[in-house]
């Protein structure tokens, strides 16, 4: 049995905690044999191999009697770079169980689980659902609406230093003064029109013109401003911190990619450029 889940990119800008898209990185789990413990094949650096990984401990928050297997995991998704790294886990940990367990979890109950585990829907959403999600989580109910996405290139800048959630979190202020907020609100809620109406010149002035967050985080990527040029050459509608950085993510017109990731290589920046297209189907098994 293999389960794949996709990358997931999250905010879009003033859709803080609450939008996210999937996209064409993945995490892929292949159930090997039972065994008398669990044992996580991968090659993903300073993460446990035993019952203490994140996948394992996830399936067995679901479905505490499951009997240990051997696991192979790969993934071409980077650890803390704002790309639902973690979050891609979560869910293939509730998949696990749910299969091994016979669950027959519906998708709904899949996102409660995921949401309550994770703490936001933004990444595990799309991850689970596949292409655009708009969730809430508020008194512990989860909901969320699925769209298409609109045509574009999603180009990824992706540096190759991390940046820990906890400190992109950090440097955001505590409270916002309530004419500020309903500004911000207002913001978001272009945004999402925008990208629901297939509007992305309204939806990307709309997502570049973020109060809630990217005016506090942006100054800890330092390649956010020159990329951010670079991309209004090539016409992106915008460009934003996918999740909490470092990488810095272009939406520009279909076909335009391949053009603004030969000149992102061509700036020297210290990372990788990739250009990504939406994952339709979220968590899947092959």
Not at 140 to 162: H, L, T
Not at 235 to 257: D, F, N, R
Request: hydrophobic share 45%; net charge negative; glycine share 8%.
């Amino acid at each position: 049995m293999k389960i794949t889940v996709p990358a997931t990119s999250a905010n879009l800008g003033p859709g803080f905690d609450s939008v996210g898209v999937a996209l064409s990185k993945y995490l892929t789990i292949e159930v090997l044999e039972a065994s008398s413990d669990w044992e996580v094949l991968h090659d993903l650096g300073d993460i446990p191999a035993d019952a203490n990984n994140l996948l394992v401990k996830t399936a067995l928050q679901v479905a505490p009697n499951l009997a240990p297997h051997r696991i192979k995991m790969t993934s071409d998704i980077p650890l803390a770079r704002g790309l639902g790294s973690s979050s891609s886990v979560i869910v293939a940990g509730i998949e696990l169980a749910n299969q091994l367990a016979h669950l027959e979890l519906s998708k709904q109950e899949k996102l409660r689980l995921a949401t309550e585990i994770e703490g936001h829907p933004d990444n595990v959403a799309p991850a689970i659902l596949g292409n655009l999600v708009v969730a809430s989580y508020v008194n512990g109910q989860v909901s969320g609406v699925r769209a298409d996405f609109p045509a574009c290139d999603f180009v990824a800048f992706i540096p190759n230093y991390e940046l820990k959630t906890s400190d992109s979190r950090g440097v955001l202020p505590t409270s916002m003064a309530y004419k500020e907020a309903v500004a911000a609100s207002s913001i978001a809620n272009v945004a999402i029109a925008g990208l629901l109406t297939g509007d992305l010149l309204t939806a990307g002035q709309a997502i570049q013109g973020d109060r809630f967050h990217e005016a506090y985080r942006q100054k800890l990527v330092k390649e956010f401003a020159p990329i951010k040029d670079l991309a209004q050459g090539f016409g992106a509608y915008a460009t934003y911190l996918s999740g909490a950085g470092p990488t810095v993510m272009s939406l520009v017109p279909k076909g335009e990619g391949a053009a603004l990731k030969t000149a992102l290589d061509d700036l020297g920046l210290d990372g990788q450029t990739f250009v990504l297209t939406v994952d339709e189907e979220g968590v899947r098994l092959d």
